[in-house]
C-alpha cells in the first residue's frame, strides 16, 4: 500500500534542488528536506499559538488584555516564555517509572508532527500522500493516548493516573465516531487518499447569483461535519470536554507531575493535536487549501482554517462548562455512536441513490 | 454558672414554663443567658435534654457548642434555636468536674455537634462521651495542651517532626471486602479547595467513597485574639478577618450586635440605615466571588463567568472603598455606629451606587446566559451534590446552602437587626437541594440586596443634614457587668455568623465565642458527595462556598 505512495513536497524539492538524478539518496535528502520545513511550520504555529495566540483569544473572551509587555500586541512574549520555560528545572518525581515517564512527551507531541506528513497543505506542500492516508493520519494522531498512559501511569502519581485513565475511557467513546463519521466522506469520495478527498470538495455544488458554492462535505453534509467537530473537540480534549486534565478535579491530569522541557514537550502536543484536529477536518469537510484566489496562496487558506478550528477550541474554553466523566462516556458510547452509523447509512443510501 | 437573680429575666418568657416542665428532671439549675434561658443539666444527661428539646419543643438548630473552663470546672454550652424562629432560643450549661472533663455527646441528637465537640476537645480539652470520632479538629493531631485551657503554657515547645503525624497512607486503606479503593490527598494545595483545604478522599475508580475535610491551615485562634482586645477598639478589625472575601462588614455587625446589646447600646437609626447598606454591598462583592469560583469548578480555568463576576465585584470594591477606605479588610462599623459619614461629594457617591445597581438586572442577564441557562452546566449541578432539608437541619447549615435546600431561613428577616425589617425584600429559597438551587439562591439574592442598597440609598438621599449621626455615644472604656453573657447572630454571606460572648467585669470580654457559617456547611460535605463522582464533589465544595478564614478562625 505504502508503496502507492505520492510525495509531491520531497519531489518539488528534487527537483528545485537537482536531486532527483542521484536516486535513493538525493530521495531520502529531499524528503528530509521537506519534513524539515513542514515540521517547524507546524512548530512555529504551535509557538505563536501557545504563549501568545491562546492568551489573547481568552483575554478577549473575558475582556481582558492578556501579553502586552514586550513587543507589539506583546508578541515579543514568546521568545521571552520559551527561555523561561526551558530554563526551568526538571522536577523528577520519586519513583517515577523510567524511561516510559521520558518517552511520554516525545510521543505525545511526536504523534500529532505525524500526522502532518499527509495533510496536503496547499501551494504543493504535502509529504506524502499514500493510498490510505486517511487511515493513517487516524492513526497516527491516536497514537498520543499511548503517551497520555504512559504518562499518567509512569509518574507515579494518582492524580496523573486518573488523568490517563479518562484519557483512554475518553479517545475510546470518541475514536469511532471521529472515524465512522470520517468514513462517511469517504463514501463521497471512494478514496482514503487525501488528495483525492480534497479534489472532490472543488466542483461547484450549486451556483447562487453567480456566487459558486463548492461541494465542501461541511455543505454537502452539515449533519457529519457538526458530529465530526464535535467527536474531534472530544479527540484534542478541550472543553467541555478536557476531563483528562480537569485542573479543578485532578489538579492537571497526566501531565500533573512534568516540569520545565516536558512540559513543554506535552503542552507543544496538545497545540499540535488541535492543530492536526483541524487540519482533518479542513480536509475532510472544508475543501482542504481550496479558497479564493490562485491555487498558489492555498497555504493561507489552509491556516486560516486550522486557526478557525483553534479559535473555536479556545472560544468552548471560555464558554462551555466541562461535563463528568461518565456523562461523556455516556455521550459518547449512547449518542454520538449510534449518530454516526446513523450518518454512514444515510450517507451510503444517498451516495447509492445518486451513484 | 452563678445563679442569675430573678430581676433579670431573659427576652424570651413565653413558653418557658413549658420548657421547664418538659425538662423537669433533668434541670438541676438556672443560669439564664441575655438572648435566651439556660438549663444547667448534669454531663450524663445532654442527649436525653437535647432529644426531648428537639423532638417536643421543636428546637432543631443547634446553632453552636461553646467550650470553657473556669478554675473549679469545665462548662459546654449548647445553644439551640428554631429554624422556624430564631429568636426563639434556649441554652443549655453542661458543666463538667475539673479533674475529669467528661461530657455526654450531642451528636448522636444533632450531627454538627460533631465537629463543634471536636473544636470544644481540641481548644479546651472537654472530653466528650459516645462521640464517634473525638479528634483534634484545628491543631494539629500532635499539638500538646488545650490552648484556651487555663493551664495551657504558650511557651510550651511544640515542635513535633512530621513522622508522629499519623499516614493515611502507612496502614493499607483498603478494606478486605472492597480492595478497589485508592486514597487521594486532595489539597491543601489543590486548585479547587478555595483555600488550604485538605480533603482526605478514598476513592473507588472515579467515584468518592469516602470524604474528610481536614480543616485547621489557617487557624490563628481569633476568638482568643479577641479575648485579649477591649471591647470599643481592639476587637472591631478582626472580623474583617474570618470571611475574608469581601464580606468584612458582614461579620463585623456580627461582633457590633452581640457587643452593643451586651452593653446596652443603641445605634442611631441613620448609622443603621449605612450600616444595611453597606453589608448589602459586601454580600453581593461576596456572592459574586461565590459564583464566579463556583464557574472556575464546573468550567474549569479561563472561563468568561468568573471574569465578568471579577469585574462586576470591582465596581462593589469601588463602592466600599468610597465608604470605608479599604478594599478589603474595612474596620467601618464602631460599637454604636459607623466611623464616619458617606464621602463627600454625597451626590457623586449616591450616583455611583445608583449606576451600580441600575446596571445590576442586565450584568445578572448575562449570568443566567451564561451559567444557569447552559445545558451542560444544567447536567453537571441539577441533581447533585444532594442536601436533603432535614440533613441539612441536622448539620446546622445555613445561608444559601440551607436555602438551596428549601428552608426558609434567613437571620435578616427571622431575627431582624439594622435597618432590614423596614425595607421591602424577599428571602429567596429554592428547594431543589442540589448544587443548581444553591447556585440559583445566590444569583437570586444579588438582587434582593441590590433592592435593599437602593431603598437604604433613597433614604440617605433625603436624611436632614442636622440629623445625620452615625455614631451613639458610647463610653470611652466599655465595662459591662461581670458574668453577663449573650448570643447574637446575624446573617453573614455564608449563612448564621454568630458571636457569643460572656463578660467578666473588665474591659476586654471574657469569652469570646465565634459561630462561624462556613464552619457548620463544611460538614455536610460528605453527606453530598459520599457515592458520588471527584468532579460532583469539587461542584457541591464550590456549591457550599467556604472560605477558610472563617472555617478555621
Known amino acids: 500500500m505504502i508503496l502507492q505512495t505520492e510525495s509531491p513536497l520531497p519531489d518539488l524539492l528534487a527537483d528545485l534542488l537537482g536531486l532527483s538524478g542521484s536516486g535513493v539518496a538525493g530521495e531520502f535528502v529531499a524528503a528530509l528536506l521537506a519534513a524539515f520545513i513542514v515540521g517547524n511550520v507546524m512548530l512555529a504555529m504551535t509557538g505563536v499559538a501557545g504563549p501568545w495566540a491562546k492568551r489573547k483569544i481568552t483575554a478577549k473572551f473575558t475582556d481582558r488584555i492578556a501579553a502586552d509587555r514586550i513587543g507589539p500586541a506583546g508578541i515579543g512574549t514568546i521568545p521571552a516564555d520559551a527561555l523561561r520555560l526551558l530554563s526551568k528545572e526538571l522536577i523528577v518525581p520519586e519513583g517515577a517509572d523510567r524511561p516510559a515517564w521520558d518517552i511520554a512527551p516525545l510521543i505525545v507531541a511526536g504523534s500529532a508532527m505525524l500526522g502532518f506528513a499527509v495533510i496536503p497543505m496547499g501551494s504543493g506542500i504535502q509529504l506524502a500522500d499514500p493510498e490510505v492516508g486517511l487511515a493513517y493520519v487516524f492513526a497516527v494522531a491516536s497514537i498520543a493516548s499511548l503517551g497520555m498512559v504512559m504518562a499518567g501511569y509512569a509518574s507515579n502519581n494518582k492524580y496523573s493516573m486518573l488523568g490517563a485513565l479518562r484519557a483512554v475511557a475518553q479517545n475510546l467513546a470518541y475514536e469511532i465516531p471521529l472515524v465512522v463519521t470520517g468514513v462517511s466522506v469517504v463514501l463521497f469520495t471512494g478514496s482514503l487518499r487525501m488528495s483525492e478527498i480534497v479534489a472532490a470538495q472543488q466542483e461547484t455544488l450549486i451556483s447562487v447569483g453567480g456566487l459558486a458554492i463548492p461541494s465542501w462535505f461541511a455543505i454537502v453534509n452539515p449533519f457529519a461535519f457538526v458530529l465530526f467537530l464535535a467527536a474531534n473537540v472530544a479527540e484534542v480534549g478541550r472543553n467541555p470536554f478536557d476531563i483528562p486534565e480537569a485542573p479543578t478535579e485532578i489538579v492537571a491530569g497526566f501531565q500533573t507531575e512534568y516540569s520545565s522541557v516536558y512540559f513543554v514537550l506535552l503542552y507543544l502536543g496538545e497545540f499540535l493535536h488541535i492543530f492536526l484536529g483541524g487540519a482533518i477536518t479542513a480536509v475532510l469537510f472544508l475543501g482542504g487549501a481550496a479558497g479564493p484566489g490562485p491555487e498558489s496562496i492555498g497555504f493561507l487558506w489552509f491556516v486560516v482554517k486550522i486557526w478557525a478550528f483553534f479559535l473555536l477550541t479556545q472560544w468552548l474554553r471560555s464558554a462551555a462548562p466541562r461535563l463528568r466523566i461518565d456523562q461523556l462516556i455516556e455521550i459518547g458510547w449512547k449518542g454520538m455512536l449510534e449518530l454516526s452509523f446513523l450518518n454512514l447509512v444515510l450517507t451510503a443510501v444517498i451516495v447509492g441513490m445518486v451513484a | ?553
Not at chain 2, 413565653?14 to 420548657?19: I, K, N, P
Open chain 2, 1 to 553: 454558672m452563678s445563679l442569675q437573680e430573678e430581676s433579670e429575666t431573659p427576652e424570651i418568657e413565653s413558653g418557658e414554663t413549658e420548657l421547664e416542665a418538659l425538662l423537669d428532671d433533668l434541670i438541676v439549675d438556672r443560669d439564664d443567658h441575655m438572648n435566651a434561658p439556660a438549663f444547667v443539666i448534669r454531663p450524663d444527661t445532654v442527649q436525653e435534654t437535647l432529644g426531648r428539646l428537639k423532638e417536643e419543643a421543636g428546637y432543631d438548630h443547634l446553632s453552636l457548642v461553646t467550650a470553657e473552663e473556669y478554675p473549679d470546672r469545665f462548662e459546654s454550652i449548647y445553644h439551640l434555636k428554631k429554624f422556624d424562629d430564631p429568636t426563639d432560643e434556649v441554652s443549655i450549661v453542661v458543666p463538667t468536674d475539673s479533674e475529669n472533663p467528661v461530657s455526654e455527646s450531642a451528636e448522636p441528637v444533632f450531627r454538627t455537634a460533631d465537629w463543634h465537640e471536636r473544636e470544644a476537645y481540641d481548644l479546651v480539652g472537654i472530653e466528650y462521651d459516645d462521640h464517634p470520632d473525638l479528634r483534634r479538629i484545628l491543631l494539629p493531631e500532635t499539638w500538646q495542651g488545650h490552648p484556651m485551657g487555663l493551664d495551657y503554657d504558650q511557651d510550651r515547645p511544640q515542635m513535633v517532626p512530621l513522622r508522629e503525624n499519623a499516614n493515611p497512607l502507612q496502614e493499607d486503606q483498603r478494606a478486605e471486602s472492597d480492595s478497589d479503593t485508592m486514597f487521594v490527598n486532595i489539597g491543601p494545595h489543590h486548585p479547587a479547595t478555595h483555600g488550604v483545604l485538605h480533603l482526605e478522599t478514598t476513592l473507588d475508580g472515579e467515584q468518592v467513597v469516602d470524604v474528610e475535610p481536614d480543616i485547621g491551615y489557617l487557624h490563628r485562634n481569633e476568638e482568643q485574639m479577641a479575648q485579649n482586645g477591649t471591647y470599643r477598639h481592639q476587637i472591631m478589625p478582626y472580623p474583617d478577618r474570618w470571611d475574608y472575601i469581601s464580606a468584612g462588614l458582614l461579620n463585623e455587625w456580627a461582633y457590633a450586635r452581640a457587643a452593643e446589646d451586651l452593653a446596652d447600646i443603641e445605634v442611631p437609626e441613620y448609622a443603621q440605615i449605612i450600616r444595611t447598606m453597606g453589608a448589602e454591598l459586601c454580600r453581593i462583592a461576596a456572592h459574586m466571588l461565590a459564583v464566579g469560583t463556583f464557574a472556575l469548578d464546573i468550567y474549569g480555568d479561563f472561563t468568561a463567568i468568573f471574569m465578568y463576576a471579577i469585574r462586576d465585584r470591582e465596581e462593589v470594591q469601588n463602592i466600599l472603598e468610597d465608604l470605608t477606605g479599604q478594599r478589603l479588610m474595612f474596620n467601618y462599623f464602631r460599637l454604636g455606629g459607623v466611623v464616619w459619614d458617606l464621602p463627600e461629594p454625597r451626590e457623586e457617591f449616591f450616583e455611583s451606587i445608583r449606576e451600580f445597581v441600575d446596571g445590576l438586572p442586565d450584568r445578572l442577564e448575562e449570568y443566567h446566559d451564561l451559567i444557569t441557562g447552559n445545558e451542560i452546566l444544567q447536567m453537571r449541578t441539577v441533581g447533585t451534590g444532594i442536601l436533603p432539608e432535614e440533613v441539612a437541619k441536622n448539620y446546622g447549615a445555613t445561608g444559601p446552602v440551607a436555602r438551596g435546600s428549601g428552608i426558609d431561613y434567613d437571620i435578616r428577616r427571622d431575627d431582624p437587626y439594622g435597618y432590614y425589617d423596614e425595607l421591602d425584600w424577599e428571602v429567596p429559597v429554592e428547594d431543589g437541594c442540589d448544587n443548581f438551587s444553591r447556585l440559583l439562591v445566590r444569583l437570586r439574592e444579588v438582587e434582593e440586596s441590590a433592592k435593599i442598597i437602593e431603598q437604604c440609598v433613597d433614604l440617605l438621599e433625603d436624611w436632614p443634614e442636622d440629623e445625620r449621626n452615625i455614631q451613639a455615644n458610647v463610653p470611652r472604656t466599655l465595662r459591662p457587668e461581670d458574668d453577663k453573657e449573650i448570643y447574637r447572630t446575624v446573617e453573614g454571606a455564608k449563612g448564621e455568623l454568630g458571636v457569643y460572648i460572656r463578660s467578666d467585669g473588665t474591659e476586654k470580654p471574657g469569652r469570646f465565642k465565634i459561630r462561624s457559617p462556613c464552619f457548620s456547611n463544611l460538614q455536610t460535605l460528605p453527606e453530598m458527595s459520599n457515592g458520588e463522582y471527584i468532579p460532583d464533589m469539587i461542584a457541591a465544595l464550590g456549591s457550599l462556598d467556604i472560605v477558610l478564614g472563617e472555617v478555621d478562625r
